[in-house]
């Protein structure tokens, strides 16, 4: 218990993030100062943004250094605590990073530390409730305003995200088709997520059969993947639509600046609006969300998938499983159980 095991970013990538970018060490634990918490990493988030925060570019988060620990956002259990407001024992998220101990500052705000709402499942507050959860529900519903009636595409539909922004807007009496790899993917979406219809991005054409499912066109496009995957929905959109725009997946491991969809005009002549957010600007209503989130879970209309890796060595695989669509659903990986 006195060594800290870390990842830490070794070499900037280019082109597809691999193992090869982290190297493994061992530090002592560190020693929590006054006012400080020391946490232990029980569960790791993975998300497609720890590919941009491996860039050494400006973003909405400062780059990871190289020589740091990878970032990553966390449930850990505090293991020692200089803070009267944290108990030895509690769950809290954190945005650890790959090790098994951190220490945190309540000080530094609600994104380095904060508690767990009593007897959640971390799983789920790393996911549904957590923030893909969240950029579902803040991104559809605040930047979508979906209308009963109205037809809704997702790309990315049966990620962590994707799968539950079309699940909120079938429960507002959207239309709702999803974009996705493969046939088991589609047939969950489908089945699992009662989505209306689902679109293989891999075996289909999809702007034929956007066209063909859309009939009335897009009200709302919620795109988690940019690309060719925009241009085909913008073809389709309907006058004063909404494109969330809340990822660009397909991008992120890019060689060279990718260009833009060739039909953007379109969003002119239709008069639609496009919109980008980050969802960490609505973390102060987050709680509420949860509490909608939870309801829709504990009735049933809302289903979700978590994918739990196991293992301190299989750590910067998993980031990878993302980019290859392995996951199913939200990924995340166990470290410890909470002692
Ligand atoms: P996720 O959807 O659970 O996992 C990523 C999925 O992306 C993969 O399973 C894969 O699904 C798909 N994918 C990977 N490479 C692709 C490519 N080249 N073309 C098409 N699809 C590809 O991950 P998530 O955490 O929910 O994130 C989904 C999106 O939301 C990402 O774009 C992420 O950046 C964005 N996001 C935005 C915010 C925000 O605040 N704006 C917050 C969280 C997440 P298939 O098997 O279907 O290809």
Redesign the pocket.
């Known amino acids: 218990m006195n060594i800290n095991r870390q990842w830490i970013l070794a070499r900037r990538p280019f082109g597809m993030v691999s193992a090869d970018n982290f190297e493994y060490r061992e530090v002592p634990v560190p020693e929590p100062g006054d006012g400080e918490v020391l946490v232990r990493n029980l569960y790791l988030s ?4 720890q590919r ?1 925060w491996m860039e050494d570019r400006e973003s909405y988060m400062p780059p990871v250094r190289i020589g740091e620990p990878m970032r990553a956002g966390a449930v850990g259990q505090v293991f020692a605590s200089n803070h009267p407001d944290f108990e030895t024992g509690e769950l809290v998220q954190t945005l650890g990073g790959w090790q098994d101990f951190l220490v945190a500052n309540p000080s530094a705000g609600m994104l380095s530390l904060s508690k767990l709402p009593p007897g959640i499942d971390p799983a789920m507050i790393l996911s549904v409730l957590g ?2 959860g969240q ?1 579902a529900y803040w ?1 559809l519903l605040d930047l979508g305003k979906p209308q009963s009636g109205e037809t809704v595409l997702v ?9 539950v922004a079309g699940q909120i807007a079938r429960i507002k009496g959207c239309r709702v088709i999803g ?4 046939p088991e ?1 589609c047939a969950w979406l489908t089945e699992e997520a009662r989505f209306d219809d689902a679109i293989d ?2 075996s289909e054409d999809v702007d034929a059969r956007i066209a063909e499912l859309c009939p009335d066109r897009v009200d709302i496009f919620f795109d ?4 060719g ?1 925009l241009e085909a929905a913008l073809n389709h959109i309907n006058m004063r639509a909404r494109v969330v ?9 890019a060689t060279a600046p990718v260009p833009g969809p060739a039909n953007l005009m379109n969003i002119v002549v239709m008069r639609a609006r496009m919109e ?5 600007d609505y973390m102060d209503r987050f709680a509420a969300a949860a509490q909608e989130l939870m309801g829709w879970v504990q009735s049933g209309e809302l289903v979700y998938q978590v994918d739990v890796q196991e293992g301190f060595e299989n750590i910067p695989q998993t980031l990878t ?7 199913r ?3 995340l990986l166990k470290i410890a159980d909470p002692a």
Do not use: E, H, W
């Not at 993975?46 to 943004?49: G, M, R, S």
């Open positions: 993975f998300d497609p943004t941009g923030t893909t950029t991104g790309s990315g539909a049966a990620g962590a995200t994707g799968s974009i996705a790899g493969g993917k991005y891999k988690n993947v940019g690309g995957i725009m809340c990822g660009g997946i397909s991008a992120y491991n980008g957010f980050i969802v960490i499983r993302l980019f290859t669509g392995q996951n659903g939200k990924q």
